[in-house]
């Protein structure tokens, strides 16, 4: 088994620079007649910026949505709301426009055009009285669940780049101590290459299960994340860093194994073209993890953490084998 001491840095150079964390941004598409959906928006979102695109059929919507990060598209009327069941059905079809959640509002829409509303891909259908809190929630648990389910990575079905975000602005405003493990493969590229993508998902598969078990068997409230590909990240408290570490490795290290062939394992390496197309021989996967601690509040937002992880994780990763590192500098 590799090496897997708890190796600090002290002098590891420092480097400039942080990245400013920005107010939240809603952008509304909106398509209104004979109602102020636009008015009643405001009231909802008075603390954050919000951006309304107005639409007049399909071919405004799609123009809009290119251009901008949409949140959710409304759609209200007093019509008879054929023709926003027709536009409704035209979204949902659309590849791109499809991921959009769409919300309806008719003050007294006939029973069956609630149903045909949701048959051609709603989201959700408010109709009746305008009560604002009641409507409010309804929106905006209608947008989270929409960035929460795109956030959520395909493959091991764990929290993506938003959620992760969320979750360590979340830690940070408690004023508490805790620690982020940023933990990714080494010569994960070569295996991909050599053995397929197919066994490339299992790898990343297994390691995010590794990751998952290990954390929440030693502390049910951790977090566990997947940034992309083999980047993963961590949150846990400071005190079950090196516990957590040690497991993670050396479960890693036993499993990983058995992804390759008897005849590649029993030699401890494979054979393939490194990224200058030049063939080289690339040892069994292994797992490099980066540990910063928030401690005292060191950090006030995830862009100075963010910095320090990726420099950590270089040092780390050249490191040979599984290994974790702890950055003991100050912040910079």
């Known amino acids: 088994m590799q090496n897997i001491e708890n190796i600090t840095l002290e002098n590891w150079p420092d480097s400039k620079g942080t990245n400013a964390v920005s107010k939240p941004t809603f952008h509304f598409a ?45 759609i209200g009327g007093k019509s008879l709301f054929l023709r926003e069941l027709e536009l409704t059905r035209a979204i949902k079809n659309n590849i791109q426009l499809s991921i959009v959640p769409v919300i309806l509002y008719h003050p007294s829409p006939a029973k069956d055009i609630i149903i045909a509303a949701y048959e051609n891909g709603a989201e959700e259908f408010i109709y009746g009285e305008w009560i604002d809190r009641f409507v409010e929630v309804r929106i905006r648990r209608v947008v989270e669940r929409s960035r929460r389910d795109l956030s959520v990575n395909p493959t091991t079905r ?7 975000e ?24 070569a295996y991909n290459d050599y053995y397929g993508y197919a066994y490339g998902d299992r790898i990343i598969r297994m390691t995010g299960r590794v990751l998952k078990d290990i954390v929440y068997d030693l502390c049910q409230e951790g977090f566990v994340g997947h940034i992309a590909g083999d980047d993963f990240i961590c949150v846990i408290p400071r005190d079950l860093v090196d516990e957590t570490c040690y497991w993670v490795i050396k479960c890693f290290d036993a499993f990983v194994q058995f992804r390759y062939s ?8 494979i054979v393939t073209t490194n990224r200058r197309g030049i063939v ?18 060191k950090f006030r937002h995830i862009g100075e953490l963010s910095k320090m992880l990726a420099d950590l994780k270089k040092a780390t990763k050249a490191m040979p084998g599984s290994n974790y590192m702890i950055e003991r500098r100050k912040k910079y």
């Open 30 to 74: 909106i398509k209104q007649s004979e109602i102020s959906l636009d008015f009643h928006l405001r009231q909802f979102f008075r603390e954050e910026e919000v951006s309304f695109h107005y639409f007049r059929d399909f071919i405004d919507l799609n123009t809009i949505c290119l251009r901008y990060a949409v949140d959710a598209i409304l």
């Open 158 to 164: 764990l929290p993506g780049p938003a959620m992760i």
């Open 280 to 297: 080289e021989r690339f040892p069994i996967l292994s797992i490099s993890i980066a540990v910063i601690i928030n401690e005292e509040g």
């Open 166 to 189: 969320r979750e360590i602005e979340r830690q940070m405003s408690l004023g508490e101590e805790f620690a982020v493990c940023y933990a990714d493969l080494d010569n994960f590229k």
């Open 262 to 269: 008897e005849e590649d394992r029993d030699r401890g390496f």
